[in-house]
């Protein structure tokens, strides 16, 4: 017999970034989200899959060289090639900068951190092109920024490169919005060195059982640890306040976290910013060796 | 607003050949296999995520033109990067040739009957070979030709080589083995133009409904259809036998048939060549242009 000599290749960061995707959604329960156990009346699970088969060759081109836009802007493309619309626009927005990192082996805060702040004008340019793929849930702009609404997709070009706003730029100016604007949890990871996703990843990679159920906790930690942005933004910060609290008396208790799930289904309550950011900790993770 | 202006990109042979792998394992209920809803003891949901992250790099070969017995062999060693063994072997073994002629824009039993008769001994070789990456449940060889054991891995080539053996005369014998051994359905499907993954292809096609029901029901006729080569053997020709009426006997009633995977669990039945014919037959439905 001659069975199993050969170790398996390695999966490369773009691979990664993938099953990252299918972890993230298959994790359950995440109170409010699609899961393993659940699809929402408009979104079903099916629809991640086809998502991250179409994300991946977003990822392959940001390990291979291309710009963090023209990555996204691809990743995205394939990503909405299934009928349910946005599945995992935030998730790439996390993946793409940290597969750049990994491919340059500086997948820390700091690595992290110097590829977010090396984006151009272009990159922001891409990024707004994204929009017109899919229908993303955002805030609306401030009244003098109209002209930065992503949701005008390419038309917004013009102001951004006579106003020469990177996309670490753009980024830093969701992360801190003026007026009563909901700051993106997402843009916080970009100018925060991706500090949530790395302390959630430790989490998964410290604890101890199948991956699928280290998702669902460090999502749940996540949940409690801050108001989901998705979740301001359809609902308010009041409601997204009281997720948080309901997700800190749940704990890890991953079985009264499936009665929280039923709750948050019915309310329509769907935190799509900490689903985001669990993607990107099961990346960290998988890259730190956790095995599936 | 300009969303929504760009036409996704179409999904490419190898994409959907990934998709369908993650597709076949969340249809629900597939009795007696893991499916969106079980686990089995010794086998996860995530293992079958990361086989079909790992399995796109052979798909991709067989797409630019890389031999069957290359894709097969490098899809394995990526399908086997998680910890649970063989996932999706089987599925690759049907996927591999359908991709090839979809590639050449034949993907019609006589496109495909062509391409697995156009294989070589070195396609035999690189078959032999993949069984080095996983442990696949495989009937004993007759007798006399412990030689051509899929088991000897690498150390068959010798003999391929000197009976001339191709990969198709490989899938003949397993076909129409010889004495009490049991038939392969997959190497069947090889052997008369994948008659029954283009049939429930086109039953996939024709249903309605979300995919992943349709998928468990394209499971449910397969299964009462004819015995389950894993089943009969593991479990011997009686209890195969026994699995097809009692899967006739559920019909496509997918609430009935959450009963009997709970019973198939129970009792160690895991139909696995059903699954991988399902598998196929989703890749071809994509093809087809069917939606998710």
Redesign the interface.
Known sequence: ??????T????SPA?NA??AL??EV?GTPKPGNVD??RDLSDL????F??G???S??GFRLAASGGTIGEALRTGV??M????GGNTQFGCLLLLVPLITAATRDSLTPDGVKTIVSETTVSDSIDFYRS?????VAVDDPPTDADALDV?????AAETLRSRALTLYDIMELSANPDGNRTADGNAEEWTTGFSRSFRAAEQIATDSG???DRAARAFLSLLAEKPDTLVAIKHGRDVASNVCDRAGAVGQDLGAAEALAAEFVEEGINPGTTADITAAALFIALERGV??
């Open positions: 017999m001659t069975k199993q000599i050969h398996p290749v390695e999966r691979e993938q099953l299918l972890l298959a393993r156990h079903r699970f099916e629809q899959l086809a991250a088969v179409g991946l060759a493309q394939g909405s090639n299934q009928s929009f017109e793929y899919v229908d949701r005008r997709g390419a038309a199948p991956i699928l095995e599936v």
